[in-house]
């Protein structure tokens, strides 16, 4: 009998996977699943002790839905990825695989490493195959006339949908039962981690296959349609809140599109419904640029010039922004609502990291890094991607004289301060007039707010990162 392996990774799920259908289509084969924990690349990668927990819950229950159809799935753990290959090695020698089948990574990290469990294997006789999973299309199949990687969005978006037009990619059922059928697990046959993990909010972020697709027909009913006037209102649920399945794998993103027009055929032209399938190209398109640019997987600016801003290195300034003290109430609120949740809705996103950019001139890598080790959806395309569009060094960035203001967009977007009075309780006495800027209304009467004062004027901050950036230009004149 021959032995299949399926080495999962951020495809934590049995519907629609690539790797675990190619790996069941032999009836005769024994399919066997194995994921390898690797703490030291987390810590490398400022994993976030949140997603840890995400990912240790989403495993058990993939166990779960694994051992119904046949298939035990082991769990291994090792140092960093140079020492999974070895161990990789190892387990299919003790299991006497004949044949591995894996959904590819596409930083250059995992593509090293998957390169070498490549070759590894090839010299043990182990057939090896991946697959385009985590994409709607693969890296290299969207270009432009001149068979290049696309440097702007919306050009990316239209050949895309050109595409989808042609022939949408197939999602798959879940593999059925094996021959010898259901096996018995444990309830937590496991031995936990050794990276740090905390608690996860299930209200909000259930953990499960299951609980994914039902949290995405719920969305894909009536909020998508809701999507274009409530996605910018932080203290209104109108996101999907989908992101932290996705990026685990727990779901994948054939499913949201087939279900998206399962439920609006017309989805592809319908301009209501086509501005959330948007965000979802807009993942797909920072993926393929970390496959045309590998050098952004090392945290460089995709705009060369950029990387002559000359940063301030400002210990109090960072600190207060990552604490949710800068004296901005919604910059403070989205930051506490980030440190509390593990996510942070994706406006705010970008005023944040537009205030540490911009306002304090403190470098994006910082911001990337903090948000990296706070974010259960941490994913390094789309938190680059996003820091580097707000820092103005990305492609088809913010130009970098478009700076937000955070009382006007505090004001635009949260104008009765609804959101802000829940993250911040200390403002609540604070009238609606004076929100956004709590401290004037404290003076006019005479009130102690236990409340900083704002750690940079924004009209003087606006002026010095203009001044940098316009410096760092001329040098390259």
């Known amino acids: 009998m021959t032995t299949h392996l399926v080495w999962l990774r951020n495809d934590l799920r049995i519907n629609d996977n690539y790797a675990l259908h190619a790996a069941c289509r032999s009836a005769d084969a024994r399919v ?15 994993m976030a002790p949140k997603q840890a927990e995400f ?5 058990l229950d993939v166990q779960q839905s694994l051992a119904k159809k046949g298939i035990p799935l082991h769990l291994a753990e090792c140092d960093d990825f140079t020492a999974s290959v070895a161990l990789l090695q190892e387990f299919c020698k003790e299991q006497r695989v004949d044949r591995l089948f894996y959904n ?21 006789k182990v057939m090896v195959q991946g697959f385009d999973d985590s994409l709607l299309l693969p890296p290299g199949s969207v270009l432009t006339g001149n068979r290049e990687m696309y440097k702007v969005f919306t050009p990316f978006s239209r050949a895309f949908v050109k595409r989808l037009h042609e022939g949408l990619p197939e999602c798959l059922p879940a593999p059925d039962v094996r021959e010898g059928g259901a096996i018995a697990t444990n309830d937590s046959p496991f031995k936990a981690f ?8 299930a209200r909000l972020f259930p953990v499960g296959e299951q609980a994914a697709i039902a949290r995405l027909r719920e969305f894909c009913q009536q909020p998508v349609t809701q999507y274009p006037e409530l996605r910018d209102l932080p203290a209104r649920d109108g996101t999907s809140r989908l992101s932290v399945y996705l990026a685990t794998g727990v779901l994948s993103p054939r499913q949201c599109l087939h279900r998206l027009l399962k439920q609006h055929p017309r989805g592809l032209e319908d ?25 952004l997987c090392r945290h460089q600016p995709f705009t060369r010039w950029t990387r002559g801003v000359k940063w301030r290195d400002d210990e109090r300034g960072l600190l207060a922004w990552q604490q ?26 970008m005023i944040t990291a537009s205030f540490l950019v911009k306002d304090l001139l403190i470098d994006w890598r910082e911001g ?32 970098y004289f478009r700076i937000f203001n955070p009382t006007t967009q505090g004001e635009r977007f949260d104008k009765t301060g609804e959101f802000i009075r829940h993250w ?29 004062l704002p750690i940079v004027e924004h009209k003087h901050a606006r002026q010095q990162t203009l001044d940098a950036f316009e410096a760092a230009r001329k040098q390259t004149d």
């Open 194 to 201: 050794d990276y740090p993990r905390e608690e996860v909010d």
């Open 55 to 59: 990912i240790w819950q989403s495993l």
């Open 104 to 124: 590819y990574q596409y930083e250059v990290n995992e593509r090293q490493r998957d390169a070498a469990v490549e070759r590894t294997l090839f010299d043990q």
């Open 368 to 399: 990337e890094r903090y948000f990296m080790s706070q974010l259960l959806d941490g994913d390094l395309a789309a938190n680059n991607g996003g820091w580097q569009w707000a820092a103005s060094t990305g492609t088809d960035a913010a130009p």
């Open 32 to 46: 066997i699943a194995l994921f390898i924990a690797t703490p030291g690349q987390w810590a490398q990668h400022h």
């Open 424 to 452: 911040l309780p200390e403002l609540r006495a604070v009238p609606e007039k004076y929100i956004h800027q709590p401290h004037e209304w404290a003076k006019k009467n005479q009130q102690s707010l236990d409340y900083p």
């Open 324 to 349: 949710g003290k800068t004296g901005y109430p919604i910059v403070d609120a989205a930051m506490r609502q980030l440190n509390s949740l593990g996510w942070m809705h994706n406006r705010l996103r």
């Open 271 to 295: 301009p209501q419904v086509f501005v959330w399938l948007n965000e979802l190209i807009w993942r797909e398109f920072y993926r393929h640029l970390l496959v045309a640019w590998p050098s």
